[in-house]
């Protein structure tokens, strides 16, 4: 089981960056992924970005080019840099971990969000 706090979201002009941050509470150097999704107002959740355990990383095509994930093992965080933001980008962003065990199966772990609002 793992705890999951994101923070760092704000109001940010078009164009601006800002860095999400996501904290958990245990160890995430074994947890197969984690990742950044998103949810607009009135639109379905998606997914943002991946980083698997071994760094691989993975973004959707509203990504690429403009954010970049990150993990940093000892902190225990992961974190979403979001640069060049534009008012589509404006949504609650939520950090999954997905772990999978023989024992327990594969359970997904979520944070409660952070708002992220671009506007000028």
């Known amino acids: 089981q793992v705890q999951l706090v994101e923070s760092g979201g704000g109001l940010v002009q078009p164009g601006g960056s800002l860095r999400l941050s996501c904290a958990a509470s245990r160890s995430i150097s074994s947890i197969n992924s984690m990742s950044w999704h998103r949810q607009a107002p009135g639109k379905e959740r998606e997914l943002v970005a991946v980083?698997?355990?071994?760094?691989?990383?993975t973004y959707t095509d509203s990504a690429k080019g403009r954010f970049t994930i990150s993990r940093d093992n000892p902190s225990n965080t992961v974190y979403l840099q979001m640069n060049s933001l534009k008012p589509e980008d404006t949504a609650v962003y939520y950090c999954k971990a997905f772990i999978s065990t023989i024992s327990h199966g594969a359970i997904n772990y979520w944070g409660k969000g952070t708002l992220v609002t671009v506007s000028s």
């Open positions: 980083i698997t355990s071994s760094g691989i990383t």
